[in-house]
């Protein structure tokens, strides 16, 4: 079987290469569930990613930047050139993913596109119909409940309705765009099978003991009320600290400066993210359950969370399946007042004991959804609609 994957993403030697100096940088999250998705495939498949780097002005200084094709994680990355001018780059990568998806495009191959870069998963689209392949359509959110233009709603809705196949996150996601019933798996998302080589430990844990969160900071994503928990909890030997973009981090920053236990760390590499997870005592998911969209979701930090060995404490998402309950910490209330209280209880337990919490999480986590597990999904649904 031969999968091309057309995406907004680039290998991880060239993202660290492109952003680690650098003050904006693209929203790892997105980057790094395409990576692992493709590394996942490439175990199972030849995969050839027809990439649009995510590039962003502050880094690309040159007017046009064409990077060479190269080979990781079993697949071969084929870049559309960066460019920056806007209008130009638009034309460039959906020309160029177009014509190299067609050019590429055989008997065996299937098309995988994520329907919210539009610009590449239309380009993608296209191409598969053209040459009457396959198009898997990967939703992680709802266009409808994104923000942005009315037109920039219909374009990738237009995609998620003409794809053959798909890849969606929850059930309820199944129920809302899939009324026709075409081939889909549910997959909430998926653990980097390399942490398995990494070796948690007590002797890893910083001291003073730390509470993190990182993700989209975002009064949103429940950030202001974690912050006020944290500072009502009786904590003196710990610190919250708190890594990522979002509308809350003026206030944070503020905050912050007034509470030495409060600290904001900015946006990391996801390497160095991951490090002060598995150093930290506990990791903290507080995104409110009474929104419409939270139903369609599932915050890929959970599964990251999950795979360091620090355990996690949630609310009780409803897009999370019931097997994970058992190897997190689940937060029922989402006050202030109940966010202490649940911290207070969580830290007065033995460090022997929140490793062991944290150490099956992990267990479960890699065993059951390493992105090799995932992506055979995704490969198993292909070879039952008849691509060999």
């Known amino acids: 079987m031969h999968i091309i994957y057309a995406v907004t993403t680039c290998s991880d030697r060239v993202y660290r290469q492109l952003f680690a100096d650098a003050p904006q940088k693209p929203a790892f999250q997105s980057q790094k569930y395409h990576r692992l998705l493709i590394e996942g495939l490439a175990a199972g498949a030849k995969v050839d990613v027809v990439a649009n780097p995510p590039v962003n002005r502050e880094v690309l200084k040159k007017s046009f930047v064409r990077l060479p094709r190269e080979t990781e994680g079993g697949a071969c990355y084929r870049y559309i050139p960066a460019v920056r001018n806007s209008i130009v780059k ?39 119909k053209l040459r009457g392949r396959r198009c898997v359509g990967i939703v992680t959110d709802l266009p409808d409940m994104l923000g942005g233009s009315a037109f920039s709603k219909k374009l990738s809705n237009f ?50 003991r730390v509470c993190m969160y990182a993700g989209g900071v975002s009064k949103q994503y429940g950030l202001e009320n ?44 996801n390497a160095e993210i991951v490090e002060r997870e598995m150093a930290a005592t506990l990791l903290v998911n507080p995104r409110p359950t009474g929104e419409e969209y939270v139903k369609y979701s599932f915050p890929s930090k959970t599964m990251e969370y999950m795979s360091t060995g620090t355990p996690v404490l949630t609310t009780v998402l409803p897009g999370m399946p019931k097997e994970y309950h058992p190897y997190v910490y689940l937060l029922e209330e989402e006050t202030a007042d109940a966010i202490a209280e649940k911290l207070g209880q969580i830290f007065a337990q033995p460090a022997d004991a929140l490793l062991e919490k944290g150490m099956k999480a992990r267990e479960f ?16 649904m292909l070879e039952r609609d008849g691509v060999q």
Not at 98 to 114: E, H, I, N, P
Not at 168 to 187: C, F, R
Not at 233 to 251: C, H, K, M, S, W
């Open 365 to 380: 986590i890699l065993k059951e959804k390493n992105n090799v597990t995932q992506a055979g999904k995704i490969l198993a």
């Open 90 to 128: 638009a034309v460039f990568v959906g020309v160029g993913t177009f014509f190299r998806t067609a050019r590429l495009a055989g008997k065996d191959s299937a098309v995988v596109v994520d329907c919210l870069n539009r610009t590449t998963a239309l380009a993608g689209l296209l191409a598969a």
């Open 159 to 208: 995609v998620i309705r003409h794809c053959t196949d798909y890849v969606l996150l929850t059930q309820a996601m199944n129920d809302y765009l899939n009324p026709e019933g075409k081939p889909h798996v549910i997959l909430e998302g998926h653990s980097d099978i390399a942490m398995e080589r990494q070796e948690p430990s007590l002797a890893r844990k910083t001291s003073p």
């Open 226 to 269: 974690l912050v006020k928990g944290f500072r009502k909890a009786d904590l003196p030997d710990a610190r919250l600290e708190i890594y990522g973009p979002g509308d809350y981090v003026q206030e944070l920053s503020q905050i912050a400066a007034e509470d030495s236990r409060i600290f904001y760390g900015g946006m990391l590499l």
